[in-house]
């Protein structure tokens, strides 16, 4: 096989790899471990919709992180996983208990209702995070069937609002969920990050704290594409696979998912990555909180900062850098750094923020 160095290639570069942005950790390339995993596993035939090696070897190392019993299924995308996942935790006529925010309500589209076949049961919450009395507004009515019936409390690690759940926190909502014969599946999209503002291992807050069943992100922390569905409890959830294919998230050239997957945790590169996103956040945020008329809405935990300034204000810095507005009617944004942010992205964002609220 040619050395991939030496293949020329008639694609050509459509972008300016230099300009930085604060839209979305998406927005970021692959991490170079990861693409050189990608060629590692390439050349040679495998046997195709995960009967091949990595995907095998892809259960030992999850098991590293989330217990003997987790197994693995790689996924193409994020909402594919939740879905997914949902799937396998609910009956027909079943429901998911879930905050307000949570990317599964307010960013997919109404897939896990129209492509799951699943009912959203949603609490408002301030930060993003629910806990045993907020679930109990949802959790009733059981055996009337006039209601959808609450099967699933699906919590996200960290939220979509950048804050992060302890692990007691968890752990009382586990018990508090199992106690009343619900199932609990997390959101792992930015499980990393949680796992490095806590401190701790994945597996303090998912398998030991009692979660059933994982949604595990990995385009965020630096991969080209993929996520996975983690089973921590198998007694609990059946026909995965039958669900993946059902659900259009069946790779055939899996390998090339499982093998990002590997290079992300047989070692520490989620945890690099995850701790470096951080970091970036927090300079982010000491920056600009000292910055008149600029307010930091929520504790800087992961790897989000979310800020409220003029309106006009951010207009004129979203011609400088990329960020979303999060409610644009009040003037709130959405920063975000990723594994490839660096300190001079930020220093120079600072800059352009006190530059334009000084106009």
Known sequence: MADPQAVRTDARRHHDPEVRGFASDNYAGTHPEILAALALADGGHQVSYGED?????????????????????????????????????????????CAESAHINVDECGAPERVGGLKLLTV??????????????????????????????????????????????IRAICDHAHERGMKVHLDGARIANAAASLDVPMRAFTNAAGIDILSFGGTKNGMLFGEAVVVLDPDAVGAMKHLRKLSMQLASKMRFISVQLEALLARDLWLRNARHANTMAQRLADGVRAVDGVEILHPVQANAVFARLP?????????RYRFYFWDEAAGDVRWMCSFDTTEEDVDGFITAVKEEMGR
């Open 124 to 169: 408002p919450t301030g930060d993003g995070k629910l806990t045993p009395e907020l679930i109990d507004r949802q959790a009733w009515g059981w055996g009337d069937e006039h209601r959808a019936m609450p099967q699933v409390v699906s919590i996200a690690q960290n939220t979509e609002l950048g804050t992060v759940y302890t692990v007691d926190e």
């Open 53 to 97: 090696d990595y995907t095998a070897h892809l259960q030992f190392v999850m098991r590293s992180h989330f217990g003997p019993h987790a197994q693995a299924f790689p996924v193409f995308n994020g909402t594919g996983s939740n879905v997914v996942a949902l799937q396998a935790l609910t009956d027909r006529w079943g429901a998911v208990i």
């Open 311 to 319: 309106h006009e204000v951010s207009e004129r810095l979203q011609k």
